[in-house]
């Protein structure tokens, strides 16, 4: 099980992360989070690659 101390707001690793604020946006918008959501440094990453993998034009592939 994961320890809270593995959990980080999620504006703390956009800054850790040098996060750029339009992926931020959408990263939040794609996953229904709110300001200070507690998620792991992992899946905030994956959160960030399937945004930025996904495609522009919201199809499906």
Do not use: H
């Amino acid at each position: 099980m994961t320890d809270k101390k593995d959990y980080m707001t999620i504006e703390e690793l956009k800054a850790q992360k040098n996060t750029s604020n339009a992926v931020f946006a959408g990263v939040k918008t794609a996953n229904g989070w709110g300001t200070g959501k507690m998620v792991t440094e992992e899946k905030y990453d994956a959160a960030v690659k399937a945004f930025n993998d996904a495609p522009m034009d919201g199809s499906v592939r």
